[in-house]
């Protein structure tokens, strides 16, 4: 079956600190892997997908994430956060007819 | 300016009332999305729809009903059926394609008084 998983309920880094937020994936086939961010009482907006190709994918707002075949992850990170990046993430695969599934989100908080 | 937009943005329920948010997309897109939203819990799926007039349950259809008869517009009434309905409303919609990517509107948040 396919799942999602965020290890991290919750992090907390230092303004310029590096940022590294994991995800692993449970599917059969080929995934399709997003990343999306939510302020609060906002919707979600895309950072970054995967699909083929580099398995370093460059997204908005400095993030970036590697897939590891071997390893069933998408870990994004950031080498220096700033104080607007506080939100929430959710990692995401596209199984069939366009599904997704979610991640139960990580929560970001960054301290000064 | 495209996008997807849900209304209202704050919406209240009470004791066996049905209430019926509202979608809609200027995307073009053929596939359209509702998910629910808890503390905690991520995103889950209580409906799609991949074409006009045609829809499938999701994890959590129970309590819950939807149309598609324009392709821009995919309304979920939360029925009396529902007993914990208090939540935040997401809709989605894409291209039906795999891989495509799923474009959010800002969601609505429900309260039960």
Not at chain 1, 38 to 54: A, I, M, R, T, V
Not at chain 2, 50 to 72: L, M, P
Request: with cysteine; hydrophobic share 30%; net charge neutral.
């Amino acid at each position: 079956a396919q799942s999602v998983t965020q290890p991290d309920i919750h992090i907390t880094v230092s303004e310029g600190a590096s940022l590294e937020l994991r995800c692993n994936y449970s599917y059969g086939a080929t995934p399709y892997l997003f990343w999306y961010v939510q302020s609060p009482g906002q919707g979600l907006q895309l950072l970054l997908k995967y699909f083929s190709g580099d398995t370093l994918v460059q997204g908005i707002k400095g993030f970036e994430a590697e897939f590891k075949r071997s390893q069933s992850s998408f870990n994004l990170r950031k080498p220096s956060v700033h104080w607007s990046d506080a939100a929430e993430y959710f990692c995401a695969v596209g199984a069939s007819g366009n599904q997704f599934y979610f991640g139960t989100g990580t929560s970001l908080t960054v301290i000064p | 300016d495209g996008g997807i937009t849900q209304s209202p943005k704050y919406l209240f329920r009470k004791e066996g009332q049905n209430v019926t948010l509202s979608c809609e997309q200027n995307l073009n897109h053929d596939a359209m999305y509702w998910y629910r939203q808890d503390p905690g819990q991520g995103l889950r799926l209580i409906y799609y729809s991949q074409i006009v007039n045609d829809f499938q349950k999701g994890d959590i259809a129970e309590g819950y009903s939807v149309s598609r008869e324009k392709k821009e517009s995919f309304p979920l009434t939360v029925t009396s059926a529902q007993k914990n309905p208090t939540a935040f409303y997401l809709c989605a919609s894409s291209p039906t394609l795999r891989g495509e990517t799923q474009y959010f509107g800002p969601g609505t948040r429900l309260l039960v008084l």
